[in-house]
């Protein structure tokens, strides 16, 4: 935000849906006998021991679901429409969802 012509001093706050989540890699099989299906589901386990652990598949980051700029720039209509547009691009939000306000110095 700091380059876009100006905005001045910039300061961005975040708020996020939820913490980073792991996703385990699991293996299974299912059994089908007459009218009756079973599926067993277990957790792909690494390592040995006392070292062993359940496979991470993937890591989801947070979700972002909103977003405050403060800049010194505020007054002008021409960098809030700029910071709006570049914010919501940038994040992937709607703009209803981004708040631009004055930095107090």
């Known amino acids: 935000m700091g380059s876009i012509d100006g905005a001045g001093d910039v300061k961005v706050y975040l ?8 996703v385990y890699a699991t293996e299974g099989r299912r059994s089908k006998s ?3 299906t079973e599926e067993e589901r277990k957790y792909v386990m690494i390592g040995g021991g ?15 679901t909103g977003a ?4 010194s720039g505020f007054d002008s209509p021409a960098v809030q429409e700029q910071i709006y547009r570049a914010v919501s691009a940038a994040l992937g939000i709607p ?11």
């Open 50 to 64: 006392s070292d062993k652990s359940a496979l991470i598949e993937t890591v989801e980051t947070p979700v972002i």
């Open 15 to 22: 708020t996020v849906g939820s913490d980073e989540r792991y």
């Open 34 to 36: 007459e009218n009756k």
């Open 95 to 105: 703009t209803g969802k981004i708040y631009v306000t004055k930095l107090k110095r």
């Open 68 to 71: 405050v700029i403060a800049c």
